[in-house]
């Protein structure tokens, strides 16, 4: 008899992999992130990417990080996960966990706390002095919201598109 494979990736490397391998459809410049987000029984719900809404050309809006603020990205990009709760059609997101590749901004934070997910799993916390970084793990951590970092294991998967 012949035994099952035991090389195969974990639940945390698989689904921060859809998560990165999501972010990679962005077309911002500087910063590509992608959500994951998945339900208490491993199941993918939904995904995101940071970029613009629907109807708003990547061709016509700016990319740009510095200048007046109508001129850059900021007011118009939707992140990773805002995107990801709002591309969900399937009702409640209640108990769910998101992978993100980034610590969620404040304003991610509270659309995961309103949706009901009660984990996320971060791989960066780059911004983790920001202002926005340490609102969302005061919010995170009023509301009961888990979040830790994804742990590497070094794994290197490579996919031939």
């Given at each position: 008899?012949?035994?099952?494979?035991?090389?195969?990736?974990?639940?945390?490397?698989?689904?921060?992999?859809?998560?990165?391998?999501?972010?990679?459809?962005?077309?911002?410049?500087?910063?590509?992130?992608?959500?994951?987000?998945?339900?208490?029984?491993?199941?993918?719900?939904?995904?995101?990417?940071?970029?613009?809404?629907?109807?708003?050309?990547?061709?016509?809006?700016?990319?740009?990080?510095?200048?007046?603020?109508?001129?850059?990205?900021y007011p118009y990009v939707t992140h990773s996960e805002l995107?990801?709760?709002?591309?969900?059609?399937?009702?409640?997101?209640?108990?769910?966990?998101?992978?993100?590749?980034?610590?969620?901004?404040?304003?991610?934070?509270?659309?995961?706390?309103?949706?009901?997910?009660?984990?996320?799993?971060?791989?960066?916390?780059?911004?983790?002095?920001?202002?926005?970084?340490?609102?969302?793990?005061?919010?995170?951590?009023?509301?009961?919201?888990?979040?830790?970092?994804?742990?590497?294991?070094?794994?290197?998967?490579?996919?031939?598109?």
């Amino acid at each position: 008899m012949i035994g099952k494979r035991t090389d195969y990736i974990t639940w945390d490397e698989y689904f921060m992999g859809v998560s990165m391998l999501s972010g990679m459809r962005s077309k911002d410049p500087n910063t590509q992130v992608g959500a994951c987000i998945v339900s208490n029984h491993n199941k993918i719900l939904s995904m995101g990417y940071n970029g613009f809404p629907t109807g708003c050309s990547d061709d016509e809006f700016p990319w740009s990080r510095d200048g007046e603020q109508i001129e850059t990205k900021y007011p118009y990009v939707t992140h990773s996960e805002l995107n990801a709760i709002l591309n969900y059609r399937g009702g409640s997101l209640e108990g769910a966990k998101i992978y993100v590749s980034l610590f969620p901004c404040n304003e991610c934070a509270k659309a995961i706390i309103q949706a009901g997910i009660r984990t996320v799993v971060y791989d960066c916390d780059k911004y983790s002095d920001s202002t926005s970084v340490i609102a969302s793990k005061k919010m995170f951590e009023a509301a009961g919201v888990n979040y830790y970092p994804y742990v590497h294991t070094n794994r290197r998967v490579i996919l031939d598109l």
